[in-house]
């Protein structure tokens, strides 16, 4: 990649290509309950990343065969949308789809209460519309947001994000051109916030332990940062008619008191 | 499915209330659930847009690609219409290649756009025999809420109207460098009726095309033309019927161009 | 705490108590697996949920919807995991695909199936949904909100705990309005009368009951 000799990755002020510190989350913006027709759903805007989640379940598994008798099945689905990437893709599933599939289906199982719902299916499903790195780190991250508003029960949100290394120095969520560095780490990461587990970790370069510790650490700071943002997500739509309705709440309140004291 | 279930129930109360042309939604017989547009949000596309007719939600993008011509029109570029049902849009969807319903639904919107003569093929040529432009519009669905074909009408039109034409170079296209804008000389769009106990109604909504006998949807431009004629579903129309369609797609139609502004 | 909005996985507390629906406990701490509102009652803590599927329980009556007819039962759909099978000879009238009934829940099994008995016929009406957590604010503390709404659109009513609702006469637009507010606002407080007030303003402005 004869591009990486030009590009400054981190400037004399510590800045990245695109502005961010070493340590600074591209903005993301999580917006749940977008679809009426699946029963959980959830729209996410991270850096130029653009997707959307929507959930079903559970529900009965079929054909019989697949059931599994002690507990759910996790069916995530993820896909790339053909003008989602600069050259377009077929519409056909690669293998790339297929392997982010499974490991976030995988992710996701641990933090849902599968064994509460025997022989059914859990089916999660991710289009991605525009995507600059990252993408099935937005993409899981949606899904847990997409799973809580369907009301599907879980030990926690599952929170993700990306660290990586670029010209020598680890940094937090990359984007698409410091991924093109020529001593590039890629390294998606989700975790279940509250007990820091992770569920999900993979990863492309070559790099030592001690470094990697670095990248691990800070990359689990970025999944916290993420978890606030989800949370945020699910509360704000309550937290806003709560507002909204604070008018009339308070005059009921009033009337009420005036009930009280006769 | 589940869900579907509600509908069926509901496709009595459809066409009881249609008899003294009601809906269920109250709406007037030909008058079109409000409708939200968002264009050129994807900026690996080359030109997207995303309609909310009602609840309906589609998503389209364009992506253009240098490819040979076909022999049969070695001076002509082309465009490929392609749908997909996300999974997502409804509990009966599944992952999986187009099935009847949507393959249907591409060729329709192909033909609207296609025989308006709204792209000049000849002027997608680069080289003659070598090389053209060809422009590939993809239309996901989100939710399906009713009347998929004239949002993902909408939703290819607005998707093209902002598509920018990627800068070749050595046959090669440059990334993230365009020379202008696709030329769309004509606004072509869909307009689909729904015909429930022999009344006609505009847009049909997910519990109307439960209850429907038929459907008609008819592509139009701005000079009062067809482009496209696709009658679907195992009811009929009478000749009369087919013409009152026709006048109200001219009508109808003006109110959803006027909806898209191009950059 | 009482009343806090929580999410799956958030921290409720750290005392001991009785554990109702939706919570767990992990390392001696109770957590939400869902979102939705804490309650306390005598020592006891769950968690209401604002959003989720309806999980069959011994003893509801829930609205099923009739969806196939085979040789000896017929599957009736109660807005869970899976249908109920009731065989033919149970039932006294033959039913048909599309016919609503009622049902009482007799038990459940392990994967969460429900045996049904009870079942009876609706004439005429209509069916409306809400999300089956709801229900139990549409019905009320001792059924206040129900008599409200009774009263308020002047409806026949029957609420099945699985989130479907048959209503029969009345102002069934006056209906839906109100059950739109009580989805909307069901996490806010005193909210049987701040519904009392919207159907009073409404029949004010309206009229009496039904539109035409």
């Given at each position: 990649m004869a591009k990486s000799e030009e590009i400054v990755y981190i400037n004399s002020e510590g800045k990245r290509v695109d502005g961010r510190k070493v340590d600074e989350l591209r903005p993301i913006k999580i917006v749940p309950s977008v679809l009426s027709r699946a029963e959980g759903s959830a729209y996410i805007e991270w850096g130029q990343n653009k997707a959307l989640v929507g959930v079903f379940g559970p529900r009965e598994a079929l054909p019989q065969h697949i059931q599994d008798p002690t507990k759910a099945l996790v069916n995530y689905v993820y896909r790339m949308a053909t003008f989602s990437v600069p050259d377009r893709k077929s519409p056909k599933p690669g293998r790339r789809e297929i392997e982010i599939?499974?490991?976030?289906?995988?992710?996701?199982?641990?933090?849902?209460?599968?064994?509460?719902?025997?022989?059914?299916?859990?089916?999660?499903?991710?289009?991605?519309?525009?995507?600059?790195?990252?993408?099935?780190?937005?993409?899981?991250?949606?899904?847990?947001?997409?799973?809580?508003?369907?009301?599907?029960?879980?030990?926690?949100?599952?929170?993700?994000?990306?660290?990586?290394?670029?010209?020598?120095t680890i940094i937090l969520d990359p984007c698409k051109a410091e991924e093109d560095a020529s001593d590039a780490v890629d390294m998606p990461l989700a975790i279940m916030p509250r007990t820091k587990e992770v569920v999900l970790l993979q990863m492309d370069g070559l790099i030592g332990k001690e470094e990697w510790k670095k990248a691990f650490e800070l990359g689990i700071k970025g999944c916290?940062?993420?978890?606030?943002?989800?949370?945020?997500?699910?509360?704000?739509?309550?937290?806003?008619?709560?507002?909204?309705?604070?008018?009339?709440?308070?005059?009921?309140?009033k009337e009420l008191k005036k009930v009280e004291k006769k | 499915m589940r869900d579907d279930i509600i509908w069926e129930l509901r496709s009595d109360k459809v066409r009881e209330l249609i008899k003294s042309s009601q809906r269920l939604d109250g709406r007037a017989l030909y008058e079109y659930r409000p409708i939200k547009i968002e264009t050129d949000f994807s900026k690996n596309a080359h030109g997207s847009c995303r309609v909310v007719l009602g609840e309906t939600d589609v998503i389209a993008g364009v992506k253009m690609d240098v490819a040979e011509p076909y022999p049969d029109t070695p001076d002509e570029g082309s465009i490929t219409v392609g749908v997909e049902f996300m999974p997502m849009a409804s509990p009966v969807f599944e992952p999986g290649p187009p099935d009847q319903n949507a393959t249907e639904l591409a060729r329709v919107v192909d033909r609207c756009i296609r025989e308006s003569k709204a792209i000049d093929f000849k002027k997608l040529c680069i080289e003659e025999g070598e090389k053209a432009w060809f422009v590939f519009i993809d239309i996901y669905v989100a939710n399906d809420s009713g009347n998929l074909f004239d949002a993902?009408?909408?939703?290819?039109?607005?998707?093209?109207?902002?598509?920018?034409?990627?800068?070749?170079e050595d046959d090669k296209i440059v990334k993230d460098e365009f020379v202008g804008k696709l030329e769309v000389a004509k606004r072509p769009l869909l307009t689909t009726f729904a015909k429930i106990n022999g009344k006609l109604l505009l847009d049909p909504a997910i519990a109307e095309e439960k209850a429907m006998d038929a459907r008609i949807s008819i592509g139009t431009t701005e000079e009062k033309l067809m482009s496209a004629l696709q009658k679907g579903g195992p009811g009929s129309f009478t000749q009369a019927e087919i013409e009152q369609c026709i006048d109200l797609a001219f009508e109808k139609s003006a109110e959803l161009r006027k909806l898209l502004k191009v950059e | 705490m009482q009343g806090r909005l929580v999410i799956p996985g958030e921290l409720i507390t750290t005392r001991r108590m009785k554990l109702g629906p939706h919570v767990f406990v992990e390392n001696g701490k109770i957590y939400s697996d869902t979102v939705g509102l804490v309650k306390i009652e005598r020592g006891s803590v769950r968690v209401v949920p604002l959003q989720g599927k309806y999980m069959p329980k011994a003893g509801d009556v829930v609205i099923g919807i009739v969806v196939a007819e085979e040789y000896s039962y017929y599957a009736i759909d109660i807005n869970s995991f899976y249908y109920s099978f009731v065989p033919k000879e149970e039932i006294k009238i033959p039913l048909k695909k599309g016919t609503i009934v009622s049902a009482k829940i007799v038990k459940v099994d392990e994967i969460n199936a429900a045996t049904l008995s009870d079942i009876r016929v609706f004439r005429g009406g209509e069916?409306?949904?809400?999300?089956?957590?709801?229900?139990?604010?549409v019905i009320g503390k001792n059924a206040s909100m129900l008599n409200i709404l009774k009263k308020g659109t002047g409806c026949s009513l029957m609420v099945g705990m699985n989130g479907r609702i048959w209503a029969k006469g009345g102002?069934?637009?006056?209906?839906?309005?109100?059950?739109?507010?009580?989805?909307?606002?069901?996490?806010?407080?005193?909210?049987?009368?701040?519904?009392?007030?919207?159907?009073?303003?409404?029949?004010?402005?309206?009229?009496?009951?039904?539109?035409?």
């Amino acid at each position: 990649m004869a591009k990486s000799e030009e590009i400054v990755y981190i400037n004399s002020e510590g800045k990245r290509v695109d502005g961010r510190k070493v340590d600074e989350l591209r903005p993301i913006k999580i917006v749940p309950s977008v679809l009426s027709r699946a029963e959980g759903s959830a729209y996410i805007e991270w850096g130029q990343n653009k997707a959307l989640v929507g959930v079903f379940g559970p529900r009965e598994a079929l054909p019989q065969h697949i059931q599994d008798p002690t507990k759910a099945l996790v069916n995530y689905v993820y896909r790339m949308a053909t003008f989602s990437v600069p050259d377009r893709k077929s519409p056909k599933p690669g293998r790339r789809e297929i392997e982010i599939s499974k490991v976030s289906g995988e992710a996701l199982e641990r933090a849902i209460f599968v064994e509460r719902f025997p022989n059914t299916t859990i089916d999660i499903y991710v289009y991605l519309f525009d995507s600059n790195a990252g993408t099935r780190c937005a993409a899981l991250t949606a899904a847990s947001v997409a799973l809580a508003d369907a009301g599907i029960p879980m030990r926690d949100l599952v929170s993700a994000c990306a660290v990586g290394r670029a010209a020598g120095t680890i940094i937090l969520d990359p984007c698409k051109a410091e991924e093109d560095a020529s001593d590039a780490v890629d390294m998606p990461l989700a975790i279940m916030p509250r007990t820091k587990e992770v569920v999900l970790l993979q990863m492309d370069g070559l790099i030592g332990k001690e470094e990697w510790k670095k990248a691990f650490e800070l990359g689990i700071k970025g999944c916290l940062q993420v978890y606030e943002i989800q949370k945020k997500a699910l509360k704000r739509k309550y937290e806003e008619i709560a507002e909204e309705e604070e008018k009339t709440i308070k005059q009921i309140d009033k009337e009420l008191k005036k009930v009280e004291k006769k | 499915m589940r869900d579907d279930i509600i509908w069926e129930l509901r496709s009595d109360k459809v066409r009881e209330l249609i008899k003294s042309s009601q809906r269920l939604d109250g709406r007037a017989l030909y008058e079109y659930r409000p409708i939200k547009i968002e264009t050129d949000f994807s900026k690996n596309a080359h030109g997207s847009c995303r309609v909310v007719l009602g609840e309906t939600d589609v998503i389209a993008g364009v992506k253009m690609d240098v490819a040979e011509p076909y022999p049969d029109t070695p001076d002509e570029g082309s465009i490929t219409v392609g749908v997909e049902f996300m999974p997502m849009a409804s509990p009966v969807f599944e992952p999986g290649p187009p099935d009847q319903n949507a393959t249907e639904l591409a060729r329709v919107v192909d033909r609207c756009i296609r025989e308006s003569k709204a792209i000049d093929f000849k002027k997608l040529c680069i080289e003659e025999g070598e090389k053209a432009w060809f422009v590939f519009i993809d239309i996901y669905v989100a939710n399906d809420s009713g009347n998929l074909f004239d949002a993902s009408s909408l939703a290819a039109l607005g998707a093209l109207l902002n598509t920018k034409i990627p800068k070749l170079e050595d046959d090669k296209i440059v990334k993230d460098e365009f020379v202008g804008k696709l030329e769309v000389a004509k606004r072509p769009l869909l307009t689909t009726f729904a015909k429930i106990n022999g009344k006609l109604l505009l847009d049909p909504a997910i519990a109307e095309e439960k209850a429907m006998d038929a459907r008609i949807s008819i592509g139009t431009t701005e000079e009062k033309l067809m482009s496209a004629l696709q009658k679907g579903g195992p009811g009929s129309f009478t000749q009369a019927e087919i013409e009152q369609c026709i006048d109200l797609a001219f009508e109808k139609s003006a109110e959803l161009r006027k909806l898209l502004k191009v950059e | 705490m009482q009343g806090r909005l929580v999410i799956p996985g958030e921290l409720i507390t750290t005392r001991r108590m009785k554990l109702g629906p939706h919570v767990f406990v992990e390392n001696g701490k109770i957590y939400s697996d869902t979102v939705g509102l804490v309650k306390i009652e005598r020592g006891s803590v769950r968690v209401v949920p604002l959003q989720g599927k309806y999980m069959p329980k011994a003893g509801d009556v829930v609205i099923g919807i009739v969806v196939a007819e085979e040789y000896s039962y017929y599957a009736i759909d109660i807005n869970s995991f899976y249908y109920s099978f009731v065989p033919k000879e149970e039932i006294k009238i033959p039913l048909k695909k599309g016919t609503i009934v009622s049902a009482k829940i007799v038990k459940v099994d392990e994967i969460n199936a429900a045996t049904l008995s009870d079942i009876r016929v609706f004439r005429g009406g209509e069916i409306l949904t809400i999300s089956p957590v709801k229900v139990p604010r549409v019905i009320g503390k001792n059924a206040s909100m129900l008599n409200i709404l009774k009263k308020g659109t002047g409806c026949s009513l029957m609420v099945g705990m699985n989130g479907r609702i048959w209503a029969k006469g009345g102002n069934i637009e006056l209906l839906k309005k109100a059950l739109a507010k009580i989805e909307r606002e069901s996490h806010l407080s005193n909210l049987t009368l701040r519904v009392q007030k919207m159907l009073e303003e409404e029949k004010k402005k309206g009229g009496a009951f039904g539109k035409k």
